[in-house]
């Protein structure tokens, strides 16, 4: 690579930093509300995968965002479990494919192929419900998805019961879900000292790992807050993909650590979900 081209390529990664650190948002606090029943589960799962090889910069997948799997009033964190399962649905009667983060990464950075129509589930903070309510409903389709667990809150019960290890340990031995970091204690990294922020990155991977087994390479910002410089301590924390609360689909040219996803939110018809993810239909 030429000096100028390279010199081109940090003038795009800075554009595209500067513009993810201007469209920062915020989300509100989540409200409790007592769990809602799980349906009983008896689907067969249908397994028609087919990895399909793409050119790296033309991989574009939709990251879903959720957090709680239960109705919260006035609380666009909070979702009925039936809207969830409604949703699975339609993704597996449309043939979509669960990803992990380590797939998306081997896909965006190193050639590797996916499978056709690919998507990628996550759930902020690790509410309890993603164990009762997500998780059956992943198993029966055969479906994994991503949890980016607030490490000082595992076990933590009260007015928003969250994941004990136990729960962990078992979705993520089957399979099911993937443990990333949403650090340790859900700070705002746009004004957290470097100190914090360092120890907020590396602690709670190290937390995950040593009960996981597991690299934690994966994270996700604590409200979708950021500043540029964040992006040295990801680096040198281990982390090689971030998502950040950016509306759209993921895709190399946003950058390592500026991830878009799509907020799914309570209410959601089906059809507008259905069209949050028209370019999976494109051929
Ligand atoms: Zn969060």
């Not at 490490?151 to 004990?164: E, F, K, N, V, W």
Request: net charge positive; with cysteine.
């Amino acid at each position: 690579m030429t000096s100028r081209h390279l010199l081109r390529l940090v003038s795009i990664c800075l554009v595209t930093m500067v513009t993810s650190v201007a469209n920062g948002r915020v989300s509100a606090s989540p409200i409790g509300h007592p769990d809602l029943k799980a349906k009983q589960l008896a689907v067969s799962v249908r397994c028609t995968r087919r990895m399909v090889s793409t050119d790296s910069k033309q991989v574009r997948v939709p990251i879903l965002m959720y957090h709680e799997l239960n109705y919260l009033h006035r609380n666009s964190l909070g979702m009925a479990p039936g809207q969830f399962e409604s949703e699975m649905e339609f993704l597996h009667q449309n043939d979509f494919h669960t990803i992990t983060m380590e797939q998306l990464y081997a896909a965006l950075y190193q050639q590797r192929p996916l499978p056709d129509r690919p998507i990628l589930l996550t759930f902020d903070d690790g509410y309890k419900s993603v164990y009762t309510k997500a998780y059956p409903i992943l198993s029966r389709y055969g479906y994994k998805g991503t949890v980016f667990m607030v490490t000082d809150a595992i076990g933590s019960r009260g007015q928003h019961p969250m994941l004990t290890w136990t729960e962990l340990l078992e979705m993520n031995r089957r399979g099911i879900m993937d443990v990333q970091s949403h650090t340790v204690h859900h700070v705002d990294l746009r004004n957290a000292s470097n100190v914090v922020t360092k120890q907020e990155l590396m602690q709670s991977a190290q937390t995950l790992s040593k009960r996981l087994g597991h690299p934690v390479r994966f994270f996700c910002y604590p409200s979708g807050k950021f500043r540029v410089a964040t992006f040295d301590f990801l680096r040198n924390s281990g982390y090689v993909l971030a998502v950040t609360e950016h509306s759209g689909y993921a895709s190399a040219k946003d950058g390592p650590y500026t991830l878009h996803r799509i907020r799914i939110y309570e209410g959601m018809p089906l059809s507008t979900f259905r069209g949050a993810l028209a370019l999976s239909f494109e051929k």
